[in-house]
């Protein structure tokens, strides 16, 4: 399986999200890109998922899924979609 990302660390400083992403660091103030993430719980946050093919993030306390694409602001074009399989 082809992965988009390797997500190496998740974690949250106040609203900043703190991304590992691909050996590279990223942060992201989430008070700008998801109300759910920024009003969560530290437990609400610390409770995520990446997805197998690393394209996003999912918390399933808050039903939010936000793209790693999105966050780190990179654009991938999708294996199956670029072969037109």
């Known amino acids: 399986m082809h992965k988009a990302h390797d997500v190496e660390g998740v974690s949250f400083r106040g609203t900043v999200l703190v991304l590992r ?14 109300e759910r993430l920024a009003g969560a719980t530290p437990a609400q946050r ?3 998922e990446v997805s197998p093919a690393g394209y996003g993030i999912h918390w399933p306390d808050l ?5 790693i694409d999105g966050l780190i602001g ?7 979609a670029a072969t037109g399989k």
């Open 21 to 34: 992403v691909d050996g590279r660091e990223y942060r992201v103030d989430v008070a700008g890109v998801s």
């Open 46 to 48: 610390a409770r995520f």
């Open 63 to 67: 039903d939010e899924d936000l793209s």
């Open 74 to 80: 990179v654009t991938h074009t999708c294996p199956v």
